[in-house]
């Protein structure tokens, strides 16, 4: 009754507040339910954002019931409060201009007021002794609406249905006046996270050319992690709050990613730090490390990347998992395609026509052309063309996907088209070619060209670019070092930006996530999938453990060598395939138990009707509990091969709530009974649970909600159960 009274009570205000925008007025903040009510990592229906009447008439604040940010309107504008609404946490510790950016060669500030004396703290009583700083761009005004898609996404596969493109929110513009031109900061503010995104613009309204040396598109002065006097060789840690941006790369990691963009820094204001060197990196800067150095003809705008805050609301590691995995669902849902996929070994037609026949047949849902196939995507002749579109017709005509790798960076073309580096510095990966040199140029334009006419849908880019600047002055896309970097980067993220328009699948060891790749590494090193099948298996399932942390299961491939793959001989490959069915169905359980997608590389999926029976009966089962299986994982016990190991996937929003995977890499049975936690399935007193589709047994949570279970796992096996 209390949860219906409340959903009516939102109803209200949601009509009061789109009522008000209409009429261009703006109505206070509703009281949002409390975190011990509706946790919204289970339940994220009643947290809308919207702007809203500050407590005063000079103030507004953007909020969504989870995270909050206050403006002051004047004397200019600036941010005086940062505040998570989960826990109560005030994020703001002090005053610093909106973004920072330097125009033909001058530094301006933009909002921002001067005055404060303490940065250990912001009360409300010391704003009125703040005043406008001369040296800042001045307030203008603010325009308010919805959020807008920064990209297009065709979805043509399996993906959550719920997923919102774009993201449901509200957006806001603040408009500064500039020298010749207007300086817009934007806000994203989403429904149902504690995540908002900010970026910058720049419209030029003169009749010169203005030159955009540097920016810093997000400045916090934010609360310190902790208190340290002295300053350690382990250094000190910065706030509890996840940054990173949409001009990330040179990882599989989300913070090696964005080290070049987000720095956390000594705040040089804060003088009242405890850190008696005034060390203690609690000051966030957003800002690129080199250039952009762009050229901005009149009436042009330039835009900076866009950077995504998600102040946490927990120390808990799995918690703060979980915020960082449901951001990624939000502000990137592209990411949960997830098609079961084959590494065809060869690209002769008769061996991928059997390998998309075998795809169909046990119900894998795309085939690519792997590394070392002889696929060939930089051959643009008409014949060839003509060859792969036949390739993707009969593919088509089978209901499977088709597609194809391209290796990128790691490799060199010539003096002429490679990255000239600074003196002492050498490219990422030993060798890449600059891609807006004329090679590059005319490489993208292949890739373009091959699947506007091809039909193929997937790409695997490999060596995908990794940050390399570039000194010549000779290539046409660039006109030093200053600018190479952003020229380059904007190329490849165009690209995966147009392959997401397209439907196009996207494979890219890197994370471009952002940018429209659906897929990067779980976490493997290469070189492990030569080692004793017994020792794969294990390291499959540490992969997915650690990697499932950060990344969706859907966010990350793994990999099972059919074939031989970087040595180990017969002791390390499958082939042939009836000879080590019990390793190959191990592998193919603890992947697709994780709800994790696989490179099965090899000419074949199956070589006898026993094999293709347990290929296909390992898909149905997947197909049929898919909807969780590819929900989050919740962390149990990691592979170790000393006893048990298990985690479970949860979907607090389905029919099945959970789906527990345990496995036993013993050579005799183990029973036992296990903790096992429910909070994250969203349910609160009694859980059905049955094993591997017997009847289920109810059980009572306790008041920790957790039930013991009783597990029987056979020597060298697994079992699994569902839970509602």
Request: with cysteine; charged share 20%.
């Amino acid at each position: 009754m209390r949860k219906s009274k409340q959903v009516l009570l939102f109803l209200l205000f949601c009509l009061s507040y789109l009522s008000s925008q209409a009429q261009g007025t703006l109505v206070t903040e509703p009281s949002w339910p409390s975190s011990a009510e509706e946790d919204w990592l289970l339940d994220a229906s009643s947290f809308k954002a919207g702007l809203f009447q500050g407590s005063s008439p000079n103030t507004i604040s953007l909020s969504n019931g989870l995270i909050r940010r206050s403006f002051l309107l004047q004397p200019n504008l600036t941010t005086v409060g940062l505040d998570n609404l989960v826990n109560g946490e005030n994020l703001l510790r002090g005053i610093k201009p909106e973004a920072l950016i330097t125009i033909n060669g001058k530094d301006y500030k933009v909002g921002g007021l001067k005055g404060q004396k303490n940065y250990a703290f912001l009360r409300a009583e010391d704003l009125a002794k703040l005043s406008h700083d001369e040296e800042a761009l001045a307030f203008q005004g603010y325009k308010v609406g919805p959020i807008e898609a920064p990209f297009p996404w065709k979805r043509i596969r399996h993906h959550d249905q719920d997923a919102a493109w774009p993201p449901k929110g509200v957006h806001l513009e603040l408009e500064f006046a500039g020298p010749e031109c207007v300086v817009s900061i934007h806000y994203d503010w989403y429904d149902g996270i504690p995540v908002y995104g900010k970026w910058l613009s720049l419209k030029n309204t003169g009749s010169d050319t203005l030159m955009i040396d540097r920016f810093t598109s997000e400045i916090l002065a934010a609360v310190e992690y902790g208190s340290a006097v002295e300053t350690r060789e382990y250094g000190i840690d910065p706030p509890n709050i996840h940054v990173e941006t949409d001009y990330a790369f040179a990882s599989f990691n989300v913070e090696d990613a964005n080290h070049h963009v987000v720095h956390w820094e000594p705040d040089p204001d804060y003088d009242s730090q405890v850190n008696y060197l005034k060390l203690t990196p609690c000051l966030l800067k957003v800002s690129p490390e080199i250039g952009p150095a762009q050229q901005l003809a009149p009436g042009a705008t330039f835009k900076s990347f866009r950077t995504f805050v998600l102040p946490h609301d927990s120390y808990d590691r799995e918690r703060q998992g979980l915020s960082l995995r449901r951001m990624y669902r939000t502000i990137a849902p592209w990411i949960t395609e997830n098609p079961l996929m084959m590494h065809a070994r060869f690209a002769d037609w008769p061996r991928v026509k059997k390998a998309i026949d075998q795809a169909a047949e046990v119900g894998f849902e795309m085939v690519i052309l792997t590394f070392g196939s002889g696929f060939n995507i930089e051959d643009d002749s008409e014949e060839y063309i003509r060859e792969m579109t036949r390739y993707a017709d009969y593919a088509k005509s089978k209901g499977v996907e088709i597609g194809g790798y391209s290796l990128l960076a790691s490799r060199s073309i010539s003096p002429e088209h490679d990255v000239v580096m600074p003196e002492g510095e050498k490219p990422t990966f030993g060798n890449s070619p600059c891609l807006v040199s004329e090679w590059g140029q005319e490489y993208f334009q292949k890739l373009y060209r091959f699947y506007e006419q091809t039909g193929f849908t997937l790409l695997e880019h490999d060596g995908s670019y990794p940050g390399d600047p570039c000194t010549s002055t000779a290539h046409p896309g660039h006109r030093g070092y200053e600018d190479s970097r952003w020229n380059q980067y904007q190329v490849i993220s165009d690209f995966y930006k147009w392959c997401r328009s397209q439907g196009i699948y996207l494979n890219v060891p890197d994370y471009y996530y952002l940018t429209g790749s659906n897929k990067c590494g779980m976490g493997y090193r290469e070189v492990n999938w030569s080692l004793p099948r017994a020792q794969q298996v294990l390291h499959t399932r540490q992969n997915i453990y650690d990697g499932a942390w950060t990344k969706t299961p859907s966010m990350g491939w793994m990999f099972v060598p059919l074939t031989e793959y970087h040595g180990g001989g017969e002791a390390a490959t499958i082939e042939p395939l009836n000879e080590h069915l019990d390793h190959y169905e191990k592998m193919i359980i603890s992947n697709l138990g994780g709800g994790v997608q696989a490179c099965y590389r090899g000419p074949r999926l199956f070589d006898t009707t026993e094999t293709k029976q347990m290929v296909s009966a390992a898909v149905r089962w997947f197909k049929a509990h898919r909807e969780v299986l590819e929900g989050d994982i919740i962390h149990l016990r990691r592979a170790d091969g000393r006893d048990i190991d298990y985690w479970l996937n949860v979907n607090p929003g389905g029919q099945e709530k959970g789906l527990l995977m345990v496995f036993n890499p013993l050579d005799q049975p183990v029973s036992k009974d296990i903790q096992l936690p429910l909070y994250y399935t969203g349910l609160s007193e009694v859980a059905k649970v049955s094993q591997e589709g017997q009847q289920a047994e109810t059980y009572t949570l306790d008041r920790s909600f957790k039930i013991k279970l009783p597990v029987s796992v056979p020597a060298q096996g697994y079992t699994w159960f569902v839970i509602e």
